[in-house]
C-alpha cells in the first residue's frame, strides 16, 4: 500500500514548514508571481498536492514510510544498527504509519470519522488508541524507560479499552511483521 495521505513524519514541524513554504513558491511561479490563479477548489487542490508532494519527498528519514517491507525495511532489530532518537523513531514510525493503514483497510469506511468520536472507522480508532495508550505505558522515572514493547502493550491496552479489543489482530499482526512479536 502507497504511503497515505502523505508522509507521515515524525519530524512534523519539517513537514509543515516544507509543505507551507511550497505553497508560497507555486503561488509566485504561477500567473506572474500574482498568486490568484490557484485559488479556486481545484486548482486550490493542484496547491495543496504540490505541497503535500514537495514534504514527501523531502523526507529526512532513510526510507519513505510504507507498509511495504521492500519499501521500508525497518524492523524491531534495526534498533540495533541505527543510533539517535531520530532514526530510533523511524523504526517505531513506519510501524505506527502501517497499523494505521491496516486499521483503516481491515475497518468500515466511515465518511464522518473526522467528526463523529464514536466512529468505527479504523481512522478514527486509530488515532484514539495512539493517544490512549501513552497514559497506560509503564514509565517509573528514573528507573526504568518506555521501550517499544511497552508502547506496543499499551496499544492493545488502549485498543481492549475503548473497543473491548476489535483491533488486537491488527496490533498484533502489524508489530509482528515487523519484529516486534
Ligand atoms: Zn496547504
Same mark, same amino acid.
Given at each position: 500500500? #502507497? %504511503?497515505?495521505?502523505?508522509?507521515?513524519? $515524525? $519530524?512534523?514541524?519539517?513537514?509543515?514548514?516544507?509543505?507551507?513554504?511550497?505553497? @508560497? &513558491?507555486?503561488? +509566485?511561479? *504561477?500567473? @506572474?508571481?500574482?498568486?490568484?490563479? &490557484?485559488?479556486?477548489?481545484? %486548482?486550490?487542490?493542484?496547491?495543496? @498536492?504540490?505541497?503535500?508532494?514537495?514534504?514527501?519527498? #523531502?523526507?529526512?528519514? +532513510?526510507?519513505?514510510?510504507?507498509?511495504?517491507?521492500? !519499501?521500508?525495511?525497518?524492523?524491531?532489530?534495526?534498533?540495533?544498527?541505527?543510533?539517535? !532518537?531520530?532514526?530510533?523513531?523511524?523504526?517505531? =514510525?513506519?510501524? &505506527?504509519? *502501517?497499523?494505521?493503514?491496516?486499521?483503516? !483497510?481491515?475497518?468500515?469506511?466511515? /465518511?464522518?470519522?473526522? *467528526?463523529?468520536?464514536?466512529?468505527?472507522?479504523?481512522?478514527?480508532?486509530?488515532?484514539?488508541?495512539?493517544? $490512549?495508550?501513552?497514559?497506560?505505558?509503564?514509565?517509573?522515572?528514573?528507573?526504568?524507560?518506555? %521501550?517499544?514493547? $511497552?508502547?506496543?502493550? /499499551?496499544?492493545?491496552?488502549?485498543?481492549?479499552?475503548?473497543?473491548?479489543?476489535?483491533?488486537?489482530?491488527?496490533?498484533?499482526? !502489524?508489530? =509482528?511483521?515487523?519484529?516486534?512479536?
Amino acid at each position: 500500500m #502507497a %504511503s497515505t495521505p502523505t508522509n507521515h513524519d $515524525d $519530524d512534523l514541524e519539517s513537514d509543515i514548514v516544507i509543505h507551507e513554504y511550497t505553497h @508560497g &513558491l507555486m503561488n +509566485r511561479l *504561477t500567473g @506572474g508571481g500574482t498568486g490568484r490563479c &490557484l485559488t479556486t477548489a481545484v %486548482s486550490g487542490g493542484l496547491g495543496e @498536492g504540490w505541497s503535500d508532494a514537495m514534504a514527501d519527498w #523531502a523526507n529526512i528519514r +532513510r526510507f519513505l514510510y510504507s507498509t511495504n517491507t521492500a !519499501v521500508n525495511r525497518l524492523k524491531y532489530s534495526s534498533l540495533r544498527t541505527s543510533s539517535g !532518537v531520530h532514526r530510533y523513531g523511524e523504526i517505531w =514510525a513506519n510501524m &505506527l504509519h *502501517t497499523l494505521h493503514a491496516q486499521m483503516m !483497510v481491515y475497518n468500515e469506511f466511515d /465518511a464522518n470519522a473526522r *467528526t463523529n468520536p464514536e466512529s468505527r472507522a479504523g481512522y478514527a480508532m486509530s488515532l484514539h488508541i495512539l493517544i $490512549d495508550a501513552p497514559k497506560l505505558q509503564l514509565a517509573i522515572l528514573p528507573v526504568r524507560l518506555v %521501550s517499544l514493547v $511497552d508502547a506496543k502493550n /499499551a496499544l492493545i491496552q488502549a485498543d481492549y479499552n475503548r473497543y473491548n479489543g476489535l483491533n488486537r489482530c491488527s496490533i498484533t499482526q !502489524v508489530f =509482528a511483521r515487523r519484529g516486534l512479536g
